[in-house]
């Protein structure tokens, strides 16, 4: 049994209705996401009135939305509106026609509320406990920082790319005199706020369609070899070069541009220099994409209400969860694949290349919990199927470099075998990552086949110790290990290759130790 709940963004440069399924066993995902390009702010006059143009272009697109929504019979809808309805002046008459004409009612979100939403969809989709966010609307620009997750402050700024747009790129003037005095505009705005004055961060998030058209460009550029925009993270000087680089092009060649959609080649230039400028201002090193923004933020309210909290404890857990009901699985199997694998890793660990000892147990962890995931599809390309879908899905909390390392571990054969599969993502992997990626392959491997009857027979790792013609790795059991041991036996292989030792595996019941 499950509940659809629609979201409908009416933002400033476009209108968009999602629609998200919630299980009751706590599985949830998107199923449709519809938008129409309706830039609203354009359609403000001077007086701040929006123009019956403007209202009939919300009305035809909520009517279509309505359809859509009659058809799934969806009750629970939620519509909200941004910047370009706050400003409105006329914005009563407008909410008081759409309840009139389609029955729907319209909540005008405050500033407060449009960067609480966008704050809160970056917590509960990103492992980052301290950043300040950007999203640049059509009609305004909000500005979040959070420290330990928690809201620390916020500012909405009246301005955003259409409106910037609008302003300074409708004269006769010549573009870069127009970049000129569009910079130092968004500067006076920048020092107006005391906070942000004495603010440094590491990472700068940026939401919304703007940020997300630049990060798909760098990507272009750059040929990344990854799949995914969420969490999508560069240097700042590049980002810095990349606003250049769209400040000596006109409008045609923007049009172009591979990355850039042609619904915002005539606004990404303010866009850009928002963000450009801000990230400058706070000497940010890097710049980070997060594809979850207003409406997620909207959703993770309702989906966390029943929770009585509003962020989900650990991201990158919540969302191994979601996979693990999606790919049906078995968590009492992953846990004991982690166990062993964990007990084996601590003693092997003084062999193995230098690395960092958190970050390793935590991918081995989500590792374990992914492992041969694959064989939800086909068993017989288990490994296959593992590496393509992690490297090809968008995984809520992981960092790109994490996602494709739980790739490389999880989907784990053999040394020839993880070596094709990183053959296109060189760029990405270092020799010394290959290796330590092999080696805890390996080792999840062997994890893996000693529950390969599913049974818990391994109960503990015992002490290894190093023999006369190499190391000696016992193996408590306390039921029958037949297929156990038959498999590890066969499977050891890789561990000596990966460290360059050999290994016996000497097998001991539980009740002859305790004897």
């Known amino acids: 049994m499950s509940t659809l709940f629609a979201i409908v963004d009416m933002g400033s440069n476009s209108i968009r209705l999602v629609i998200n399924e919630i299980e009751k066993n706590g599985r949830y995902k998107e199923l449709?996401?519809?938008?129409?390009?309706?830039?609203?702010?354009?359609?403000?006059?001077?007086?701040?009135?929006?123009?019956?143009?403007?209202?009939?272009?919300?009305?035809d697109t909520l009517s279509r939305f309505q359809t859509i929504l009659n058809a799934h019979r969806i009750k629970n809808v939620q519509i909200i509106a941004t910047a370009a309805m706050r400003k409105a002046e006329n914005k009563q008459e407008i909410i008081k026609l759409i309840k009139k004409k389609l029955n729907l009612d319209i909540q005008i979100l405050s500033e407060y509320e449009e960067a609480f939403y966008g704050y809160l969809a970056v917590v509960n989709s990103m492992s980052i406990e301290t950043g300040l966010t950007i999203d640049i609307g059509g009609g305004s620009t909000e500005i979040t920082y959070f420290h330990n997750r928690k809201l620390v402050y916020y500012h909405s700024f009246p301005f955003g790319a259409v409106t910037l747009q609008k302003q300074f790129f409708s004269s006769d003037r010549s573009q870069s005199k127009q970049i000129q005095l569009l910079r130092r505009f968004i500067l006076n705005q920048l020092k107006s706020l005391s906070w942000l004055k004495s603010l440094t961060v590491q990472s700068v998030i940026g939401i919304g369609g703007s940020a997300r058209n630049l990060s798909l460009i760098h990507q272009r550029q750059s040929q990344y070899p990854l799949t995914g925009i969420h969490q999508y993270e560069y240097p700042?000087?590049?980002?810095?070069?990349?606003?250049?680089?769209?400040?000596?092009?006109?409008?045609?060649?923007?049009?172009?541009?591979?990355?850039?959609?042609?619904?915002?080649a005539d606004i990404i230039i303010p866009a850009?220099?928002?963000?450009?400028s801000i990230v400058h201002y706070v000497?940010?090193?890097t710049f980070i994409m997060s594809r979850k923004g207003l409406r997620d933020g909207v959703f993770y309210e309702e989906l966390l209400r029943k929770m009585e909290t509003t962020f989900f404890p650990n991201v990158a857990e919540e969302s191994l969860f979601q996979l693990a009901k999606s790919y049906e699985i078995q968590l009492n199997q992953a846990n004991q694949i982690h166990f062993i694998a964990k007990k084996l890793y601590e003693q092997l660990s003084p062999l193995m290349v230098k690395h960092n000892e958190d970050e390793t147990l935590r991918i081995l962890r989500y590792g374990a919990n992914v492992f041969y995931m694959g064989q939800y599809i086909n068993q017989e390309m288990s490994s296959q199927n593992t590496f393509y879908l992690l490297t090809?899905?968008?995984?809520?909390?992981?960092?790109?470099?994490?996602?494709?390392?739980?790739?490389l571990l999880a989907s784990f054969k053999s040394k020839s075998q993880l070596q094709t599969y990183a053959k296109p993502f060189k760029k990405l992997l270092s020799k010394t990552h290959l290796k330590l990626y092999e080696t805890l392959g390996a080792i999840l491997k062997i994890a893996y086949v000693l529950d390969c009857t599913h049974q818990k027979a391994i109960i503990d790792i015992g002490q290894i110790k190093k023999g006369k013609t190499g190391y000696v790795i016992p193996i408590i059991y306390k039921n029958d290990p037949y297929f156990e041991q038959f498999y590890a036996d066969k499977y050891i292989k890789h561990l000596e290759k990966a460290l360059k030792h050999s290994f016996a595996l000497h097998f001991q019941e539980a009740t002859v130790l305790s004897h």
Do not use: P
């Open 392 to 407: 090809n899905m968008t995984i809520d909390g992981l960092s790109h470099q994490e996602r494709l390392a739980i790739a």
């Open 272 to 276: 850009a220099e928002v963000i450009a």
């Open 236 to 264: 700042t000087s590049e980002l810095m070069q990349l606003n250049q680089q769209l400040q000596r092009t006109n409008y045609e060649q923007r049009l172009t541009i591979d990355g850039l959609s042609k619904d915002r």
């Open 32 to 59: 449709y996401n519809f938008k129409t390009v309706a830039r609203l702010s354009s359609h403000l006059d001077d007086q701040g009135i929006l123009s019956n143009n403007g209202i009939q272009l919300i009305l």
């Open 283 to 285: 000497k940010a090193e």
